[in-house]
Structures are given as structure tokens and as C-alpha cells.
């Protein structure tokens, strides 16, 4: 799980808000009953882009007020489908400004958006809305309730569980950081395989952690047993590790310094395909499980 981090999130909830309030707005009077009850304690505004932990306060206040006819009618009124299909602000818009091009879920699939005026081919990350949509219709169209993400996340593990502020991860508010780093655990018996990097010498995990949010997270989407697809990219790790020496490193470095690579921690991010910031995780696939194996196996003491 990587935090989301878009350029400008205050220009994407100005674009939201300019390209959705009126259309819910005028939706919403039709339907006063229900439209008091919405608004009575938070704004439109704050229901369209209020942060997660706001979604979280509106849940909390409506859940309990709302009968099963009126949660029909919010369906109609923060219509995802409309959305998806508008020819004005849509969902291709909204992925557009968010420029997530990996799933912030499981950093391993690119959820690129191409959507070229006069051209048919398009793609676009799958919306999964983290507080799902039949159950909490009002958040359909909430801009922290609209995780880009990769279709096997969404569709495969995903689904319609129900995800909650203080029972998972909002990637719009927070990833696994530090606090869950991907680990190996040599299997017993395979020392030495190890060290050549045989794939079925090394179990990928997680490090412990006591964060219920991550390991609901992590069940949830299935990440361990999906990372076990990944070995290939750690058993290569392994072997760099043994290729490269710190005098090779040191020559290699001397020889292109200031031309190819303008530091030893540039470096050793081409050589071993490790991202040297946290801000670089969500740019490419699989960047987390590479810089946390490469330091635990000491490829990147810069
Ligand atoms: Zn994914």
C-alpha cells in the first residue's frame, strides 16, 4: 500500500467540486426529505472532497439515520455510473489529475491514464470506492473515497467489503511506510540456495506488525500470496548482489560520475532498480518490495 501522492490536491478538489456540486446539488432537490437529513450537519462540499477522516465523521453521524428507500434515492443522486459515462467532468478527468500510475493498493500493477481527444483507445485505473457504493451510497462520487486502482484489486480481492476508516488503510491518507516493510524468511534447509538466489529457497512476508489497519489491508488484497509471484524480482536482487562488488560499484561510479549518474545513490538505484526516495514508490511497479529487500540485504548503504 502506497500513500497517494498527487501533484495538487487542492487543484483536483476545486475541479471536482467546479465539475460535480451543481449536478448533485440540483439531483438533491429532488429528493428533500433525504436532502435534509444529508446536509443537516456536514456541507455538500464537505460529503464531495471532505478528507478520509471526514468521510469517516459523515458515516458516523448518517449511518443509523438513513432507511433503505433513502439510500435508494442516493444512489440516483451521487450516481457513480453518470459519472463514469458524463462527456464533461468524468472519471477519465479525475484520473487525469490524479497521475496514480501504479495501484496504490498492491504497487504492481500500472494504472496509467492514456485518453487522447479523437482517439478510441483509452484506459484509465479502475475507481474502487473504499467505502463502497451500496452501502454508502452518499460517498459514491466522494473524491477520498476514489482509489485508483488496478482491476484485480478491485475486482479479485476488493469487491464490496466494507472498508472503514478506522478498520483499513485510505491510501489518500496514509501507506505502510516503514511501519511494514517487505522481509525474506530463508526456508530451512535452503542456506546456501539462498545466497544464489533460488526461488524456492525464500518465502516473501511482511514484518510483524501490531497495525490492525495494515494486516486487514494486506488480507484483504491477498498481498502475501500475490507477492509470491514476485520471487524472480528478489531472487535478482540476491544475484546483484553478488555481481556487483563495492570495488565494481566504486569503478563503475569513478568511471561516470557526473555524466551518467551524479551520485553513488543514483547509482545503485539503476544498478539494483531501487527507488531512493519514499516519493518515488508510486511511480513504479513493484518499487516498495525492491528498496525494501535491497536494504535488507544492505544493497543500498549510500
Ligand atoms: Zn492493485
Redesign the pocket.
Known amino acids: 500500500m502506497i500513500k497517494i501522492k498527487s501533484p495538487d490536491l487542492n487543484l483536483l478538489e476545486s475541479d471536482h467540486i467546479k465539475g460535480l456540486f451543481t449536478i448533485v446539488s440540483n439531483r438533491l432537490d429532488k429528493y428533500l426529505k433525504v436532502k435534509q437529513v444529508i446536509l443537516q450537519k456536514y456541507s455538500l462540499r464537505e460529503i464531495l472532497v471532505g478528507d478520509p477522516e471526514t468521510l469517516s465523521q459523515i458515516v458516523d453521524y448518517l449511518e443509523g439515520k438513513l432507511n433503505s428507500e433513502d439510500k435508494l434515492n442516493l444512489k440516483k443522486v451521487f450516481n457513480y455510473e453518470s459519472f463514469s459515462r458524463s462527456r464533461l467532468y468524468n472519471a477519465y478527468s479525475l484520473a487525469e489529475n490524479l497521475h496514480v500510475n501504479v495501484?496504490?493498493?498492491?504497487?504492481?500493477?500500472y494504472?496509467f491514464t492514456i485518453n487522447k481527444t479523437g482517439n478510441p483507445k483509452k484506459t484509465r485505473p479502475i475507481f474502487d470506492h473504499f467505502y463502497n457504493k451500496n452501502t454508502y451510497p452518499y460517498l459514491s462520487l466522494s473524491l477520498y473515497n476514489l482509489i485508483p486502482?488496478?482491476?484485480?484489486?478491485?475486482s479479485s480481492f476488493k469487491g464490496s467489503l466494507d472498508w472503514q476508516f478506522f478498520s483499513h488503510i485510505n491510501p489518500y491518507d496514509s501507506g505502510f511506510g516503514d511501519e511494514c516493510r517487505f522481509s525474506l524468511k530463508i526456508n530451512k534447509g535452503f542456506g546456501s540456495d539462498f545466497y544464489f538466489g533460488k526461488t524456492d529457497a525464500f518465502e516473501i512476508k511482511f514484518t510483524k506488525t501490531s497495525n490492525s489497519k495494515i494486516l486487514n489491508n494486506i488480507g484483504d488484497?491477498a498481498l502475501e500470496q500475490v507477492y509470491e509471484g514476485h520471487k524472480s524480482v528478489v531472487s535478482e536482487l540476491i544475484k546483484k548482489e553478488i555481481m556487483y562488488s563495492d570495488s565494481y560499484i566504486s569503478n563503475l561510479y569513478h568511471q561516470f560520475e557526473g555524466t551518467l549518474f551524479s551520485s553513488l545513490s543514483e547509482l545503485k538505484s539503476i544498478v539494483y532498480n531501487s527507488p531512493i526516495s519514499e516519493e518515488d514508490l508510486g511511480n513504479e511497479a513493484l518499487s516498495k518490495l525492491r528498496r525494501d529487500i535491497s536494504e535488507e540485504l544492505g544493497l543500498n548503504n549510500y
Do not use: S, V
Request: glycine fraction near 0%; include cysteine.
Open positions: 495501484c496504490p493498493y498492491c504497487n504492481r500493477q494504472t486502482c488496478c482491476n484485480i484489486c478491485n488484497l
